[in-house]
Structures are given as C-alpha cells and as structure tokens.
C-alpha cells in the first residue's frame, strides 16, 4: 500500500469528492491562479516523510553547535558561554 496511513474508507471518500463536477470547476480556478507561477514547489522523489526524516538528522546534527574558543565573542549574543 502506497500510503499506509491513510484509512481506505477516507481514501474512497476523497477519490469521490475529487471527482464531483464542484470539484473539477474549483481546479479549474485554482490552475488559472496558479498559472502565474513559474517556479515547481516539490521535495523531489522521496516526498515529505522522505524529507522529514532529512530533516530530523540535520537537526540532530545541528542542535548541540559549540562555538570554538577561537571565536568566542566576535559574534554577539551567546558567545560569551561558547554557545550560539
């Protein structure tokens, strides 16, 4: 299953919503306000649990930073402890 998290009953739900004729005019509207944008907003092929889990490592890389005592006080707030 693609998308373990979501329940079956929720997912033929959605599936019938996006289907109804008030759906297909709503993305008719909202393709003519996106039409504008250049730019793709996408997080590549492995999607948002991909990225989320991207994420928390470099958060637990980044989370503990210590200062070397070389520069200690040359970038204000914080450096007095070594700390950023």
């Not at 005019?25 to 649990?49: A, F, N, T, V």
């Not at 991207?54 to 930073?65: T, Y």
């Not at 210590?66 to 950023?84: A, D, H, N, P």
């Amino acid at each position: 299953m693609k998308h373990p998290y979501i329940e079956l009953e929720d997912w033929k739900e959605f599936v019938q919503m996006t289907k109804s004729e008030e759906a297909k005019k709503d993305s008719e509207i909202y393709k003519l306000h996106r039409e504008p944008y250049k730019q793709e907003h996408c997080m590549g092929p492995i999607g948002y649990e991909g990225m989320q889990a991207q994420w928390d490592e470099e958060d637990r890389k980044l989370a503990p930073i210590q200062m070397r005592s070389t520069f200690k006080g040359r970038l204000g707030v914080g450096c007095e402890q070594g700390v950023i």
